[in-house]
C-alpha cells in the first residue's frame, strides 16, 4: 500500500515535543492556524492514565475514549483509572505495569488507546492534518500508539532518534490491521523483536485504515540517503534537526571533543549537504534554530518545503508546559539571557541532551543530588543480554548499584537525569513520593529560547499558537 502524498505540504510544522508538551489542544490550534500540528506519543500511555486520576476536568478523555473503537477496553480503562475530582491530597499515580518487547501487555493496549486519544483529540471537528511524533530510542510503545493514531486518522507520521527503517512496512500492515514488527537493538549486540498484533484487543475493524506518510527526522543528509535507498516501504519526506534544536540531538560524528562548558562541539563533518537532500526530490522541512522569519527565508533558499519548529510553541499559551514553569521562563527571557546547555551526559539514551537553567528544576545540582535514584517509568531503559541469555532492560539513571547489577558501568550513570519522570512532571504530571516530596521538572529546549521575546507584544507575558503560525509566516511570502 503506498500513501497519498500530497504536494501541498505547509509550510511549518509544529515540531512533535515530548512528554505532552506537544498535546492535543496545541497540536490542534496548529493545524487551525494553517500549520502542521503534531501530537507526541512520547509517554502518552502514562500521560492518558494520569490526565483521567487527575479528574479529567473538562470530559475530553473519557470522551474520546467513547469514541474509540474498543469499547471494552475504553470502560475498563476508564474504570480503573478515573478519579471524579482527582486524586486525594498525597495520593501517587498508579504505577503502570513495566513494559516488556513482543508480548500482549496491558501496557500495549495503554499506548494503543494513549495514541488514539491524543490524535482523535486533534483532529475533531476540523480538516487540517495532524502528525504524531515518536522517538525511535523509546521502542516498546510505538507500534501500539501507531496504530491508536492511524484509528483515529492520523495524517503523518514523523519519527527521530534512531533509524527508524522498519516503520514505514509496519505501517503497511498496520493499516490492513495486520500484526507488526520492529527490531530492537540493545548494547553489546542484543537484538530483539518488538512485536503488536491489532487482534490482541479483539476483532479487527471494518475496513483498512488511512496509511499515513512516514517522515524521518534526522541529523544528516547521509541518514536521509540510507533511508531513501534502503528503507522498505520507503518514505515520504524528511525532517533535518540541526544540533540547535530542543530535546536529545545527533552526538557529533567522529571523536567526542567538548567546549569549557562541556557541551560537545560540532563540525564541519556535522553540516548537512544540502544539495543531497534536493536531489532527493523529496520535501524536507530544516528544523532547530529556524523559529524565525529570517530562518523559514532561509530554509526556503536551501530548497526546504519549510520549517519545522519547536521551542516557541513550547511556551505558547495551547502547550502542555505546567503554566507555571512557562510563565517562569518567559519571565526570565524577558528580563535577561537564558542558559540553554547541550548536556552530553543528563539523558540515559547517551544522546545529547538540551538542558534549561531554571530555578526549581534538575538542571540545578542541589535538586538533583537531592532527588533519590529511581526507575519507574522506564521508557529509555536500554536493551542488555544478562548471564543466562535472557533480555532484560536496565537505565543509567536508575540507582546506580542496581545498574551495575546488571552489567552496567558505573561511570556511565554520572550526570545521567531521570527524562521520563522530569519530562512527566514539567508537562503537570509529576509522581507524588514519600513525605509530600514530588518529582522535580527538567525543562528542554533549542538554543533559540530568547526567539520567544519576538511574540510577546509591549505589555504581554503570553502569547498563542496563532501568533507564532502568523509571526513566522508573515511577510515571508511563503503563505501556508
Ligand atoms: C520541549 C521540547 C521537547 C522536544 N521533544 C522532542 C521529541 O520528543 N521528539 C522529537 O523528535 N523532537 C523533540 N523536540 C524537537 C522539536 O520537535 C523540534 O524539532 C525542535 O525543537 C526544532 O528546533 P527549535 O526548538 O529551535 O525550533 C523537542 C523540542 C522541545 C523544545
Redesign the pocket.
Known amino acids: 500500500m503506498h500513501p497519498v502524498v500530497d504536494k501541498s505540504w505547509p509550510r511549518l510544522i509544529q515540531?512533535?515535543?515530548?512528554?505532552a508538551?506537544?498535546n492535543w489542544r496545541l497540536a490542534r490550534a496548529v493545524s487551525l492556524a494553517g500549520g502542521l500540528g503534531v501530537v507526541?506519543g512520547?509517554g502518552i500511555d502514562t500521560v492518558l492514565v494520569r490526565r483521567l486520576q487527575d479528574g479529567d476536568e473538562d470530559g475530553h478523555i473519557r470522551r474520546a475514549l467513547a469514541e474509540s473503537p474498543w469499547p471494552v477496553l475504553a470502560r475498563d480503562i476508564t474504570a480503573r483509572y478515573f478519579r471524579p475530582g482527582g486524586r486525594g491530597a498525597g495520593e501517587p499515580y498508579v504505577r503502570l505495569p513495566t513494559w516488556n518487547a513482543g508480548v500482549r501487555s496491558p501496557r500495549a493496549a495503554l499506548a494503543m488507546m494513549g495514541g488514539f486519544v491524543e490524535c482523535w483529540l486533534a483532529k475533531r471537528g476540523h480538516a487540517g492534518r495532524i502528525g504524531v511524533?515518536l522517538?525511535t530510542k523509546a521502542p516498546l510503545p510505538n507500534l501500539p500508539v501507531l496504530y491508536g493514531a492511524m484509528s483515529a486518522g492520523i495524517d503523518v507520521v514523523?519519527?527521530?532518534?534512531g533509524i527508524p527503517r522498519e516503520v514505514p512496512e509496519a505501517l503497511d500492515r498496520m493499516a490492513d490491521h495486520q500484526a507488526a514488527a520492529l527490531r530492537g537493538e540493545g548494547v553489546g549486540g542484543t537484538r530483539f523483536d518488538i512485536t503488536f498484533d491489532p487482534e490482541w484487543n479483539g476483532p479487527a475493524q471494518a475496513g483498512p485504515l488511512q496509511r499515513p506518510p512516514f517522515f524521518p527526522?534526522i541529523g544528516a543528509h547521509s541518514l536521509a540517503l540510507l533511508m531513501d535507498r534502503k528503507t522498505p516501504g520507503g518514505v515520504e519526506g524528511f525532517?533535518v534537526?540541526t544540533a540547535?534544536?530542543?530535546?536529545?540531538s545527533a552526538p557529533p560524528r567522529g571523536a567526542k571533543h567538548l567546549n569549557p562548558d562541556g557541551e560537545p562541539i560540532y563540525g564541519p563533518r556535522d553540516e548537512v549537504d544540502w544539495q543531497v537532500m534536493r536531489d532527493l526530490g523529496k520535501p524536507f522541512y530544516i528544523?532547530?534554530?529556524?523559529?524565525s522569519r529570517r530562518g523559514l527565508a532561509e530554509a526556503l533558499a536551501r530548497g526546504a518545503q519549510g520549517v519545522?519548529?519547536?521551542?516557541?510553541f513550547?511556551y505558547c499559551e495551547e502547550s502542555g508546559m505546567a503554566p507555571p514553569l512557562r510563565e517562569r521562563v518567559l519571565a526570565a527571557v524577558r528580563t535577561g539571557p537564558v542558559n540553554v546547555r547541550t548536556d552530553p551526559d543528563a539523558s540515559p539514551t547517551g544522546f545529547p541532551f538540551k538542558v534549561v537553567g531554571v530555578e526549581g528544576t534538575l538542571s540545578e545540582p542541589a535538586i538533583y543530588a537531592a532527588r533519590p535514584r529511581r526507575c519507574d517509568l522506564g521508557y529509555l531503559r536500554e536493551a542488555y543480554t544478562d548471564s543466562k541469555g535472557r533480555l532484560r532492560f536496565r537505565c543509567a539513571a536508575e540507582p546506580v548499584q542496581g545498574y551495575v547489577a546488571k552489567g552496567g558501568r558505573a561511570e556511565d550513570t554520572v550526570g545521567r537525569k531521570c527524562l521520563c519522570n522530569g519530562l512527566m512532571a514539567t508537562a503537570g504530571f509529576a509522581q507524588r513520593i514519600q513525605n509530600g516530596d514530588v518529582e522535580p521538572p527538567i525543562?528542554?529546549?533549542?538554543?533559540?529560547i530568547h526567539e520567544t521575546r519576538n511574540l510577546m507584544a509591549p505589555g504581554h507575558t503570553a502569547y498563542t499558537a496563532r501568533d507564532v503560525v502568523q509571526y513566522l509566516l508573515a511577510g515571508s511570502g511563503a503563505g501556508v
Open positions: 515540531g512533535g515535543m515530548g512528554v508538551i506537544s507526541s512520547t511524533n522517538l514523523l519519527m527521530g532518534a527526522v525532517v534537526e540547535q534544536s530542543g530535546g536529545h528544523a532547530g534554530g529556524y523559529g519545522q519548529v519547536g521551542t516557541l513550547a525543562l528542554t529546549s533549542g538554543d533559540a
